[in-house]
């Protein structure tokens, strides 16, 4: 949906490690998210860019940093992975104010 | 803080039946409320939105109410089909439709 791709799908890596994930979009959306699926918890906002270089935090932003250089990419890295980042990772964007949010199809974490 | 409560978390419907799933927000600054549908593997895709201007909006068999004085939007899905078997989620949001808070989800089971 909106060209999103998210890369990679699926990961497994070990407790203290460092993860990068990478939200790729074709449609231009000036606007990126970033949330985690958990059960029980719905999804939660972790960063978000209202555009190149203007990232802010979400509400569960603790041990997660983003970079935006380019409107089409937005990443996300957890500098020092912890089991309590195992989750389902979704990147959303969207056109501009008012307009839809779209989601990737996401990229399910395990950190063991 | 979940500023979104849903119930139920869980739905079974005969075919044909409706569905109703219900939320709950806090924050009064919200001003956008849309509704996601999530199949498995997949990420949210919206399903219809409301603003508060508006008590009710339809699209399809598809519902949404808005009790603003009570702070309440539910999602009412007509003649329920196996094909809308799914998880729900609502959300809600300011006015630019930016930094949703969503609800826990519903999964709902439409049986044949």
């Known amino acids: 949906d909106a060209g999103i791709t998210q890369s990679p799908r699926h990961k497994v890596t070990e407790t203290g490690t460092p993860v990068t994930l990478r939200c790729h979009q074709t449609?231009?959306?000036?606007?990126m998210y970033w949330y985690r699926q958990d059960p029980g918890h719905g999804l939660r906002l972790i960063h978000y860019?209202?555009?190149?270089?203007?990232?802010d935090k979400g509400e569960v932003s603790d041990g997660y940093s983003v970079s935006r250089s380019k409107t089409e990419d937005f990443l996300l890295t957890l500098e020092s992975a912890t089991s309590s980042q195992t989750s389902v990772y979704f990147c959303?964007?969207?056109?501009?104010?008012?307009?839809?949010?779209?989601f990737g199809d996401g990229t399910r974490l395990s950190i063991l | 803080q979940q500023q979104v409560k849903q119930s139920p978390q869980s739905l079974i419907v005969q075919k044909g039946g409706i569905s109703i799933i219900n939320c709950a927000y806090e924050?009064?600054?919200?001003?956008?409320f849309p509704w996601y549908q999530q199949f498995p593997g997949k990420g949210p895709a919206l399903l219809i939105a409301?603003?508060?201007?508006?008590s009710e909006k339809k699209e399809g068999r598809f519902t949404i109410s808005f009790n603003k004085s009570a702070k309440q939007f539910s999602l009412h899905i007509m003649d329920s089909q196996p094909g809308d078997s799914a998880t729900y989620f609502c959300?809600?949001?300011?006015?630019?439709?930016?930094?949703?808070?969503f609800g826990e989800g519903t999964q709902l089971t439409v049986n044949p």
């Open positions: 409301i603003r508060p201007d508006v």
């Open positions: 959300a809600a949001g300011g006015t630019s439709g930016s930094r949703l808070t």
């Open positions: 924050n009064t600054a919200f001003d956008y």
């Open positions: 860019s209202y555009g190149v270089k203007d990232t």
């Open positions: 449609e231009n959306h000036r606007y």
């Open positions: 959303a964007t969207q056109p501009g104010p008012n307009q839809p949010q779209h």
